[in-house]
Nanobody, 122 residues
Framework: VQLQASGGGLVQPGGSLRLSCAASGSIFSINAMGWHRQAPGKQRELVAAITSGGSTNYADSVKGRFTISRDNAEDTVYLQMNSLEPEDTAVYYC?????????????????WGQGTQVTVSS
């Protein structure tokens, strides 16, 4: 299973970006999907998560500015980021809680994408 993230870049404060992350491989089902970020010198933190049923959870710092969504048919998760601030500058990682069928058993694994840089600067 691989997660391929895209959509990062350089944007001015107040601008917007949309991140995408597509999962591929021998996937039986995908449970929760999410976005995390890590700024230089800081620990990785959860930005937003979404369940297979569409329930969402956001970090307080991004509530009202970021929106997470997913396309279950395409095994893809998105992060729409509006009103970006310099403090949002970080490498953004997607992750997915994936179930894989091996023989007659389901195994659950947590996969991570490669990270995409978001820089908010004037």
């Amino acid at each position: 299973v691989q997660l391929q993230a895209s959509g990062g870049g350089l944007v001015q404060p107040g601008g917007s970006l949309r991140l995408s992350c597509a999962a591929s491989g021998s996937i039986f089902s995908i449970n929760a999907m999410g976005w995390h970020r890590q700024a230089p010198g800081k620990q990785r933190e959860l930005v937003a998560a979404i369940t297979s049923g569409g329930s969402t959870n956001y970090a307080d710092s991004v509530k009202g500015r970021f929106t997470i969504s997913r396309d279950n048919a395409e095994d893809t998760v998105y992060l729409q980021m509006n009103s970006l601030e310099p403090e949002d500058t970080a490498v953004y990682y997607c992750n997915a809680d994936v179930s894989i069928l091996i023989s007659i058993l389901l195994y659950e694994y947590d996969y991570w994408g490669q990270g995409t840089q978001v820089t908010v600067s004037s």
